[in-house]
């Protein structure tokens, strides 16, 4: 790979890059600064050195480079540590906004909280509205009487068990009747299982065992009052 000029300066003078150069900076002056004024301090020793023998210029310079090595290593230290709160607080402050655009970024793919209740609130109505076209096709509705209504249908030849084709209570229970009454669909009071029906099976669900028994009964009931009706018709 190509090495572009344009991108290293880019690196020099981002954000991070300011702040590392402005650091690295600051350690040499701090240390440039403190190696100053050490040698500073020990200057009438340093100009006497013309007057000294070899053992006193050695315990003078030993003396020297040791207090300076204490500085600076006390002061790299401490530098160090402030390095180190600097770079934590940087990296929180960023994980905080790894986290806000985390958050954004779910917003901009889930949508605005408004919209995605709108779209639910559509997607209701919608399934409503597709299970109160069913009504007509139901054999038969189990009602509570006022509070709940169940529309059933059962075809023995393609089913297994009935099937809930519609179900609701108060205002679309009401509903569901007045629209069986529309298609002739029998209505037939059983506040029981109505309220078993309802709470137990969903829309498009086929009825559990455990009340296959009454609803068969039910089924009968409606099957027969149909051929009666149907033998009537004939004669």
Do not use: C, W
Not at 174 to 192: C, D, H, M, S, Y
Request: charged share 25%.
């Amino acid at each position: 790979d190509r090495i572009s000029p344009l991108s290293g300066i880019k690196r020099i003078f981002s954000k991070k890059g300011l702040v590392e150069l402005a650091k690295s900076l600051f350690k040499v002056f701090v240390v440039g600064l403190v190696t100053y004024l050490t040698l500073t301090s020990a200057a009438d020793g340093i100009f006497a050195f013309m007057q000294m023998n070899v053992s006193q210029i050695f315990d003078l310079s030993t003396d020297l480079v040791f207090d300076l090595g204490v500085r600076l290593v006390l002061l790299l230290l401490f530098m160090a540590i402030l390095d180190y709160a600097f770079q934590r607080f940087d990296y929180e402050q960023s994980m905080k906004m790894t986290k806000q655009e985390v958050k954004q970024e779910l917003k901009q793919q889930e949508g605005d909280p408004m919209i995605r209740s709108r779209v639910r609130s559509l997607q209701r109505e919608m399934s409503q509205k597709r299970m109160m076209s069913d009504v007509g096709e139901a054999d038969v509705v189990v009602t509570n009487p006022t509070h709940l209504a169940i529309a059933i249908k059962y075809d023995a030849e393609n089913m297994h068990a009935p099937v809930i084709l519609a179900k609701g209570q108060r205002l679309v229970a009401q509903r569901i009747k007045e629209l069986a009454r529309e298609a002739g669909v029998p209505l037939v009071e059983n506040k029981p299982l109505a309220r078993a029906l309802f709470k137990a099976v969903q829309v498009g669900e086929q009825i559990p065992e455990e009340l296959f028994r009454a609803t068969a009964e039910v089924l009968a009931f409606v099957f027969q009052l149909k051929r009666g009706q149907s033998v009537a018709t004939q004669v």
